[in-house]
């Protein structure tokens, strides 16, 4: 389906039309419809095409707009059910992430490029950004970024725990300054890396 970008100037579509990640999904991350999700997307289609025939008004643009935000929207739909039937493969996936950055941490990687990145991680694993970012969405209810920045979080009290300090513990982990690992560990945790070591046996973990 094309249509010339004119047709959504002005209308709510145009603004966020861009939130539809999958339009920056690679090929090999397309949608697997079922059948009856292939029939209303056919059904649509021919909507379209039978409004196309009628005389043009001054209601056609948006009722043609409606039907192609309704479409996204079916899109938006099969695919969270794809998502969820392809749970087994996302689960391998999953792992794969965490190994990832198992990986990332133990061949020194983050002394030279800092902590890792959404962008990185679905490079390595073979996706685009946005397909990578809506799955670990769907999995975990978390964003990609955020579940990096938790692993590393995790990582920062396990390197205090075992009696590193703070400066230390963040030239290990890629830390330009040491304020930044603690301005990071407080906003994800509600406390600072010196208030985590006085309660490290009365509260293990946030």
Known sequence: MLFHPDL???TALEK??????????RVNEALHMTDEEHDILVSLMRQIKDELQ??????????LVGYIELMLNFC????NRQFITRKLVNSDMLMKFDQLLRDYYE?????TSGMPTVQYCADKLCMSANYFGDLIKKMTGDTASNYIRQDLIQRV???????ASISQVAY??????????????????GYTP?????????????
């Not at 966020?16 to 999904?25: A, C, K, L, T, V």
């Not at 938006?76 to 695919?79: E, T, V």
């Not at 010196?194 to 946030?206: H, V």
Request: charged letters at 30%.
């Open 16 to 25: 966020h039309i861009r939130e539809y990640s999958f339009f920056d999904y």
């Open 76 to 79: 938006q739909r099969f695919y």
């Open 8 to 10: 959504l100037q002005g």
């Open 54 to 63: 009628k005389k043009h008004d001054a209601l056609q643009d948006a009722i």
């Open 157 to 163: 009290k396990n390197e205090l725990a075992s009696g």
């Open 107 to 111: 061949e020194k990687i983050q002394l």
């Open 172 to 189: 290990e982990l890629g830390f330009e300054y040491p304020q930044h690992l603690s301005r990071m560990f407080k906003k994800f945790c």
């Open 194 to 206: 010196t208030d985590y070591l006085r309660q490290i046996q009365k509260k293990p973990g946030c």
